[in-house]
Every structure is written in structure tokens, then in C-alpha cells.
């Protein structure tokens, strides 16, 4: 009796590998930590638990603020009483001033005319000077000073004028407010003072200077109340909101509740009839409730995630990553920056699981992810969800997901970035103008400006983190897939020098495979680059193949057909141990493994049948590839491609028709072999690709003319 043989440790570590990708219990567990992991970051963010109080209350507990707000009816008062400090503001108004000195000029002119007037006599003159009087400077003249005025000399109104003009603009240039009047004109008599110690001057003189003086001075100060009110906008600008610090004691246990006290209590929105009890119980529902949601979600429509844990684990990883990013930002989130919210990373998981997995997943993240950044930035209203942050989340991170659909570069990533940093615009601005009592236009400016920081911010992040979630989960990216196209990847230039026929061949393949695949809406790229290391295995020993022998002498013409059939088997399994070297990723080992599949060798199958001896038995089995079979059309697809392109390239006159008979025939020989039996291509499927191979290969093969030969030098033509 055999004994049972233990497995080693690497079967073991490998039986491990494959089985928790499959087991139901570690599916379970990915659930719950995911739950535990939102549970834990939005713990913070539910609301407090609301008091009932009244003003004249004892407080039966200390209530803190649970948040970070300005106190609106301090802030408001604050700025009123910096305002009332502000001085009212006069402006002089020189045209005022220049008005009165030009009425003293004018009437000391009309007064030297009716003076020197030699017709009129005296009783004429003085009527004449009251008339002037009343009409250029004013009628409240008392009658003396008539006579006074009429009596003066022509020679004297020279002097008079400049003194009472001097007089009156040196009090009016320093502005003169109407409260002020009966001050200023009292300094006229100071004015003339002065003027007789300096200059001898009459008492006639000094009576008509005086009261034409007081009578020309007049208010030109007038309050501007728009400068005022302008200063005193400003003074209300400079002062700092006035907040309600996140754990500031509110009401102390013991103490009576005053206005002042409930009037915060109510700006906090902890004020309510009912008690808000267990709000930790409705958080574990609510994250219940979204995990049970995306888990029949994925069972419905993702069969591929649902079954297998590690792209349920990469996928739980990407929206831990982006929630925790979300978690820092809300951290940052406080009375300057309360808008912080909208620079949110959501871009970063709707990209990276559109890259990685497939864009209706990322979509249905974007959901959740909107979901949590209403609650992780509902700290400026004191809702439990803040849709504003919610909304602008969703919009900005489908657009990124839709943006990144049919991306080949890395650099479309930055393009998807920008894509999401406008979409974030429009639904910002529209928030705004519905609701403008929400902020000034400094605010929106500012929600503008992290809006479209979201979308490049997550662009940013998801070229740093894509790597290394395609290294760590083997997953095939369109920008993994071009990398791994480029002709200067080591592998490449291995085939190229080692194997030129070969390289050759796999990039005819190449051509074949990807034209073929995206005629069924297969992935085209994939077929491309598994063609260009599907046979990267004939590095080992390139002689024996026939496309690297350059007209050598055949290895295979020395050596049994049972020595070569082993040696073509091989390298397929050889391909696939230099690609895990390389660590290509699995989708294009699976490739270079399933290419063959398990067809028979004709060529040596037959050879060995002609030099087989009597009783020696040659079987089929043993001639045939060890497969696996073609397990997804792209593989299939490669297959077929390359053994229409050794086919092909064998025929002597190439023509379409014939070409399209080889085609249908290895595609029927497959066929009736059972290659396709574990791949999902129908038949109507290998007829386009059978179509698309050969107008690919028409291409290759066309006709072209001969040209004819140059005559030889010196030999006369016609």
C-alpha cells in the first residue's frame, strides 16, 4: 500500500492562495471589516444629543459646544459697536467757499460805483448801499450800518475788501460745519484784532470789515454719511467672527440658563423637545444597511467580484483609502475653511476602481462615497447629512469615472481630472445662487477654487497610487497593458535579439489579434500584448524553431520526433516561468499557457508514425499540447492568430481566396477539436474573426508590382 504523500510547503501556501480568493467566510470578514473600518470614521460626524432647557433653568448637566461655530449674535454685536466708534466724516466743500469771497468781491465793486457816483447825493448813496447790501451779502443789516458803509471813502473799499476777504477765507478754508457758525463768525473779532495791531485802520473800516465778515461766513462742512458708512463697513469687516469653540462650555451643571446661554444653545442646534438617544445604534444600521445594499449589488451584476475575494479586498481597499483621505480633510475642516469639504479625494476611488475593476462599480462607489462625504462634512450646519458636500461629490466623481472610460495613457488620467475638477463647478454655483444666503461670493470663490483642486487633487493621487494597487493584486490596466507593449521592455528586447524570427512573428500575431478581438468587442489591447510574449518561451532554445533557423541546418532533422515534440511542448511551460520571473502579470501568462491549448503536433505526430518500428505504438495524447485549453476569447483569439500567421506564411502565392480557405479551415479544425469548448465564443463570433483576420492579412499580402530591372552602365537604351 502506497502511503499518502504529505504536501509541501509551497503546495500548501499555494492551496491557501487560491482558496481564500473563494472561501464565503473570508468574504464575510472583508464585509465586516469594512464595517467596522465607516463605523469607526463616521462616529464622530453623527449628531450630538439634543437638551431639553429653558431660560431660568438650572442646568442639570454642563453642555459643551460638540463643534466649531461663530457665534452670529456676538459676531453681529461686536461689529455695531466697532462701527458706533468711528467718527463721523465731513467733507469740505470749496466751491462753497470760493461763492462767498466772489460776493465780497462783487459787492465791493458794486459799492465803489455807487460811492463814486458824484450825481447822487448822500440820502441816495445810502439807499443804494442797502440795496447792494441786501442783495450780494445779506438783510439782516441793522440801519446805522448803512450810513456807516455809504460814508466810507473810494479809496478806502481797497483795503476794506482785502482785509474782510482775508478775513473770511482763512476761517471758511478750515471748513466751517453749521454747529459751528456762531463760534467761527465770533472769531472774527480775533481776526480784526489782529489786523489793527498790524495795520491802522479806521473805526468806519473795522465796523464795515466785522459785520460783512460774520455775514460771509457761512457752513461749508457738510457730513458725507457715504464715507462714514463706508468706514464703517470696514471697521465691521475688521472684526473677527466671534465662535463658539468646539468643547466650550455652554451652560456649567447648577448653573441658571440665561438668554444669552440659550440663545448659543440654539445657534448649536441642541436645543429640541425630544432626546436624540442611540445615535450609535442608527450609525451601525445606517452602515448595515449600505453594506447589504452594495453586497447583493455585487452578487447581481458582478459575479466576477462576488467570487472572487481579492478583487473584493482591492475594491474595499480603494474606498478605505478614499475615505480616509476624506477623514483628513474633515479634520482640516473649521471656521475659516468651512468649505473645505468640496476638495474631498472622492476622483481618486471612482478612478481608481474604473481603472482597475470596471466604470458601473465605480459608479455605484461614487453613490456611497457622496453618501459619506454628506456625513463627514456636516459639521458647519449641524444636519446629519450635508447634501450640498453629497451632490458635488457624486457629480465630480462620476465625471471622473466616465472620463477615465477608454483611457490607453497615463496621461488621460490627468485628463480625467480636469474633467471632474469643472463637472465639481456647476452644481457648486448652482448650490450657491439657490441658496445666497449660504455665503458671500468670497465663499463661492473659495468653493470654486477646492472644487476643481477635488478633481486635479485625485487625478494626482490616483497616478502615485495605481501601481502599486495593479502590482499588489496582478491587475491588467489599459496604461499596464501599453507599458508592457513598448518595444524597450526587457523581455521584448530579448525576443528581438535572441529570437528575431520569432519577434517577427509575434508581432504579425499582435496585429492579427487585436484587429480580430476588438471585431467581437473583446479587449483588443490584451489580445495585442498576450500575442508579443505568447511565445516568449522559444528564448530557451530558439534553434529549433523553425522561423529562427535562417537557413541553418534543422536541429530536428538529428533528433528523434519524441525529442522534438518534447522540446516544441516546452515552450509554452517555458513562456510561463520566464513571464512569472518577470512578474508579468497573470492575464498574459494565461495567455502563453492557453495559446495551444491541447493540439496535436501533426508535423512530428506524423514523422513519427513513418519511423515507428513494428510494435512500437505512437498515441496522439502523447503528440498533443498539455493545455490548458483557451479559458477567455482573448486567448482564443491568440491561438487562432498564431497558427493563421505559420500558415499562412507557408503558402507560395498567397492569395485572398486562398488565404480565407486556411482561415476557415484551422478555425473549423479547432472547432471540431474542442479548443473553444471552455471559452464563451459563439459561432457568429468566429466568423467575424475569421473576417477580420483575413482582411488584416490581405493587407500584409497584397500584390505588388515588379519592377523592372536598371539597364546596365554604358549600355545604350531605345
Sequence with gaps: MKEKKEPSSTEALMWFTDRWKTSKRMQLLLYAILGIAFYLLFIKHILPERVQIQVGMVSPETIVSPVTKIDRAATEEAKEQAAEKVDRVYTTDDRVTNQQVDKIDRFFADIRKVLSDGDLSADEKEKQVKLVLNEAISEDFQGPFYHTVAALSPDSLTDIRLKTREIVYDILKKGVRKSELKEKRESVDDKILATMIENSLDSKARI???????????????????????????????????PINKGQIIVALGEVVTEDQYRKLEELGLLRKDSNFLPQVGLGLFVITILTALFFYIRRF?????????????????????LIGMKF????????????????????????????????????????????????????NHLLFDFRYGLVALISGTAAAFAL????????????????????????????????????????????VFGMLS?????????????????????????????????????LRKLLIETPGTYHHSIIVGNLSEAAAEAIGADGLLARVGAYYHDVGKTKRPQFFIENQLHRLNPHDKISPNLSKTIIISHTRDGVEILKQHKIPKQIQDIAAQHHGTTLIRYFYHKALQQKKDGDQVREEDYRYPGPKAQFKEAAIVGICDCVEAAVRSLARPTPSRIQNMVNKIIRDRLEDGQFNECDLTLKELEMIANSICETLQGIFHSRIEYPEEPAKGVKQG
Design 455 to 491: 478633481g486635479l487633487f485625485s487625478a494626482v493621487l490616483t497616478i502615485g497610487f495605481l501601481p502599486y494597487f495593479e502590482t499588489a493584486f496582478g491587475i491588467l490596466s489599459p496604461m499596464r497593458l501599453i507599458e508592457l507593449g513598448n518595444p524597450n521592455h526587457p523581455l
Design 208 to 242: 464795515v470789515i466785522r459785520e460783512i465778515a460774520k455775514k460771509s461766513i457761512v457752513a461749508n462742512e457738510f457730513y458725507d454719511e457715504q464715507q462714514t458708512e463706508q468706514l464703517r463697513d470696514a471697521a465691521r469687516e475688521a472684526v473677527q467672527p466671534i
Design 302 to 322: 458582478h459575479p466576477n467580484l462576488y467570487h472572487n475575494n481579492a478583487n473584493l479586498l482591492l475594491l474595499f481597499s480603494v474606498l478605505l483609502l478614499t
Design 405 to 448: 472610460a477608454d483611457v490607453r495613457k497615463r496621461g488621460g488620467i490627468l485628463q480625467a481630472g480636469m474633467v471632474a475638477a469643472l463637472a465639481s463647478v456647476f452644481p457648486i454655483a448652482a448650490l450657491h445662487f439657490m441658496l445666497p444666503s449660504e455665503g458671500t461670493w468670497m465663499v463661492l470663490v473659495q468653493s470654486l
Design 329 to 380: 480633510i474633515a479634520l482640516g475642516q473649521n471656521l475659516e475653511w468651512n468649505m473645505l469639504g468640496y476638495i474631498a479625494p472622492v476622483g481618486l476611488g471612482t478612478m481608481l476602481i474604473t481603472l482597475l475593476l470596471n466604470i458601473e462599480l465605480a459608479v455605484v462607489c461614487a453613490m456611497i462615497l457622496a453618501v459619506a462625504a454628506s456625513m463627514l462634512f456636516n459639521g458647519e
